[in-house]
């Protein structure tokens, strides 16, 4: 499932009205039908619908929608914002059937005290005001309609995109409808991955229209979204004659004095994703207490520096070569200064660096952009590190947070998971996959260590590298989703993550 822009999505139909050869009028038709198809299934006739219509082709859509309802018996009352003149097109056409049907629309210009009426008496509103073509911010009389219908308590389903929102990124100032259920027609629109805009979409489903395949093929949009369906049919799967050496050798270099979870719970949830051999390398004061709560793992122990792994312990008594892959940076510490770079150039396995190892590689990005590694760099930034690496304001980020991940991922080729609600894969080459699963219980210190060995994990045992990062993302979103349905969101810790990891695993294999 690809995520567009307005622009994209323009583009995409021009195609396909161009190249393939389906109408501006059959297009509409379909997406019209297929908004009533699915609204079907949760109204009944007991229901009362406003569907309120805007002048572009989103009025257009709610135009057939209102009329394919009426048709159904539906009570239904039916209002036009801007003045009837100023609808054209396509839209216009099936304004012009709605009437030749024998409908009929009110004019919220001419009714305003009577909209409101019949606003409080509606149980269900169908918003097919502003689509994905608003430019700049909403102007009268629609920025008066929005703020009216938010003021009521009704069960409010937008057309493709609420009203007022922007359907790209760098929009700061949301004005838009609050939505109960968005139906995003063919393919979900960049917005709804973005905050603050996420929080007007409501319920998301993605109704297919009938655009083929090919056409997104040819216009290409670089971005998708991580499904469930490809997660399942792309987990790495063990053949019966398997053996430890064979199922990915780990490294996890993490922990201090001060942080000493960091590791046990980054090699806890490595040992539950499935590596054969993980190992732990970590400062020498804190080994005896791991050694105790990890059995599993085999352990490297560091000599120290105020506490922390010392950078001579890093680049000189580490057997890097014995390992398939590298996770660095949970608990690392900041007291005393280390290099990423110097410690992994020469390293030729995948590498996660996470938490402190994204401190230090700040410091030294100039090293990463002139000499990039040969093999596979991945890198775990939640919003305050990407920040950090980037030199951006979180509100800079949070507006453009693809562009911004795509930008940093081709600039210094790595692989870049930035963190968050609706977390984004971007790889060197700036191709992008968005996740869907995950919520607010994930906001607590040591999920960040448990996705590290997730990932870890999941990339020594995958063929595909973008499938092994994509699916660890995903089912680390979903532990937390089904920690929910016996736990309280304030109440998920890491380690409930990977006390889960094993059933969910399950669940998706079989």
Known sequence: MYVVTGGEMHQIDRYTMDQIGLSEETL???????????????????????????SGNNGGD??????????????LSTWVVPPKERIKGTAKKYMEIFERCGYTFDSYKQNRERFTRSLSECTIIVDALLGTGLKGRVRQPYDEVIYTINQFDKRVVSVDIPSGLSSNEGEEDV????????????APKVSRFLYPAASHYGVVHTLDIGIPTKVFRE?????????????RSTLASRPANMHKGKAGRALIIAGSETMTGAPVLATGACLRS?????????????????SERITESTSIVLEEDQGEVSQVALTNDI??????????????????????????????????????????????????????????????????????????????????RFKSSK???TKYQMYVVLKGPFTIVT???????????????????????????????????????????????????KLADEMLETHDVFSVNATDLIHSLPRVLRSYRY
């Not at 709610?62 to 009570?75: D, H, M, S, T, W």
């Not at 216009?219 to 997660?231: D, G, L, S």
């Not at 760099?377 to 507006?399: C, F, K, R, Y």
Request: charged share 15%; aromatic share 6%; glycine share 10%.
């Open 28 to 54: 509409m038709e379909s997406a019209g039908q297929a908004f009533v198809r699915h609204l079907l299934t949760s109204i009944s006739k007991k229901d009362r619908v406003i569907v309120l219509i805007g």
């Open 62 to 75: 709610g135009f057939v929608i209102a009329r394919l309802l009426a048709e159904k018996g539906f009570q």
């Open 175 to 186: 004005v838009g409808i609050y939505a109960d259920e968005t139906y995003t027609l063919q």
């Open 219 to 231: 216009i290409a949009p670089n971005r998708r979204v991580i499904t469930e369906e490809r997660v």
């Open 274 to 290: 499935g590596a054969g051999l993980v190992t732990m390398a970590v400062p020498k004061s804190i080994h005896p207490l791991l």
């Open 319 to 400: 057997p890097f070569r014995q390992f398939d892959g590298v996770a660095i940076g949970p608990g690392l510490g900041r007291k005393t200064d280390k290099t990423m770079f110097d410690t992994l150039q020469s390293y030729d396995g995948v590498v996660v660096v996470d938490a402190d190892g994204l401190y230090h590689m700040s410091k030294e990005l100039h090293h990463w952009f002139n000499q990039p590694r040969s093999a596979p760099t991945v890198i775990t930034p939640h919003m305050g590190e990407m920040a950090m690496l980037t030199g951006l304001s979180i509100s800079e980020l949070e507006q453009n």
């Open 407 to 409: 930008d940093f991922a």
């Open 427 to 477: 790889t060197p080459n700036g191709n992008q996959w968005v996740n869907t699963t995950g919520n607010a219980s994930l906001a607590k210190g040591g999920s960040g260590d448990v996705l590290t060995g997730i990932l870890l994990a999941f990339m020594l045992q995958h063929d595909s590298l973008i499938e092994a990062i994509c699916n660890a993302v995903h089912i680390h979103g």
